[in-house]
Nanobody, 122 residues
Framework: QVQLVESGGGLVQAGGSLRLSCAAS????????MGWFRQAPGKEREFVAR????????VYADSVKGRFTISRDNAKNTVYLQMNRLKPEDTAVYYC???????????????WGQGTQVTVSS
């Protein structure tokens, strides 16, 4: 079992930045692909970014490409999401997740955190 706990969310003005962290316990995350997802009210959970086990390769949703950066520190068992130039449409609950597969589909992720709220004001 992997337990994931997100932190770093909050209220920020449009154009601002936030850095989300996802701390893992129970097992090392080096065995897993790590991803970030988000869910806005009334919408389905959507893929944001993922990173390979060694942190070398990353994939982003088109909506965040060039603004968000996913990274991981396997020694600290932690994954990060640096979010810059935030927009009101980025407002959502952000979740980190762990998967054995290099996938963007939420159904392929076995472990999820409880989420952290990000609110971007205009």
């Amino acid at each position: 079992q992997v337990q994931l706990v997100e932190s770093g969310g909050g209220l920020v003005q449009a154009g601002g930045s936030l850095r989300l962290s996802c701390a893992a316990s129970g097992r090392t995350i080096r065995n897993y692909v790590m991803g970030w997802f988000r869910q806005a009210p009334g919408k389905e959970r959507e893929f944001v970014a993922r990173v390979t086990r060694n942190g070398v390769d990353t994939v982003y949703a088109d909506s965040v490409k060039g603004r968000f950066t996913i990274s991981r520190d396997n020694a600290k068992n932690t994954v990060y999401l640096q979010m810059n130039r935030l927009k009101p449409e980025d407002t959502a609950v952000y979740y980190c997740a762990a998967s054995e597969y290099y996938s963007s589909r939420p159904g392929t992720y076995d472990y999820w955190g409880q989420g952290t709220q990000v609110t971007v004001s205009s």
